[in-house]
């Protein structure tokens, strides 16, 4: 399996600042990689796709890069609404494997 | 509009066997794969599987693959998932997924005895 290291699991930051999270896969997953905001209760919602695709519907402040086994989500200018836990996923390799997470909170 | 409705879920006791439903509506449902993802208290997210649109082919988290099975019923446009010999490391909120971008809104499988 690919293993997937995210970085930090948790994050403090205060509103207009940005923020940047990081994903590490245990080996080259060629791009194939999503990022997914969860709010508290409620399920995961696909932000970037393909390592740096927005989603319909996402802010622009969000954006994704990164390539081979390196990948990083950026949040420009942080809101309140950002609040919430990131994950990645790689779908390159059976099985799709999920980041731990990262919890994002305001300080 | 694309709505994913999981259902079965519930508390069942070490060794039962649960199949979750996922009733799929807003798209054509025989031309999608499909896939299941749990999610545990502690929020770790683990892929459970795929299936092809039209159910002939299924891939599987290796370490599920023997305990769990899932299936779709394209005239129902109903996807399911059957859990035999539960543990309690199966405790979790369980998704139907289409793509990456619909998500249904989970139900919750407590293996307890």
């Known amino acids: 399996d690919i293993r997937m290291t995210q970085s930090p699991a948790s994050l403090s930051a205060s509103l207009g600042e940005t923020v940047n999270i990081e994903c590490l896969a245990s080996?080259?997953?060629?791009?194939?990689l999503a990022w997914y905001q969860q709010k508290p209760g409620k399920s995961p919602q696909l932000l970037i796709y393909?390592?740096?695709s927005l989603q319909n519907g996402v802010p622009s402040r969000f954006s994704g890069s990164g390539s081979g086994t390196q990948y990083s989500l950026k949040i420009n200018s942080l809101q309140s609404e950002d609040v919430a836990t990131y994950f990645c996923q790689q779908y390159n390799n059976y099985p799709n494997t999920f980041g731990a997470g990262t919890k994002l909170e305001l300080k | 509009e694309v709505q994913l409705v999981e259902s079965g879920g519930g508390l069942v006791q070490p060794g039962a066997s649960l199949k979750l439903s996922c009733v799929a509506s807003g798209f054509t449902f025989s031309d999608y794969w499909m896939s299941w993802v749990r999610q545990t208290p502690g929020k770790t997210m683990e892929w459970i599987g795929d299936i092809k649109y039209d159910g002939s082919y299924t891939n599987y988290a290796p370490s599920l693959k023997n305990r769990f099975t899932i299936s779709r019923d394209n005239a129902k446009s109903t996807l399911y998932l059957q859990m035999s010999n539960v543990r309690s490391e199966d405790t979790a909120t369980y998704y139907c997924?289409?793509?990456?971008?619909?998500w249904g809104q989970g139900v919750m499988v407590t293996v307890s005895s």
């Open positions: 997924q289409l793509g990456f971008d619909y």
């Open positions: 080996e080259d997953i060629y791009s194939d």
């Open positions: 393909n390592a740096n």
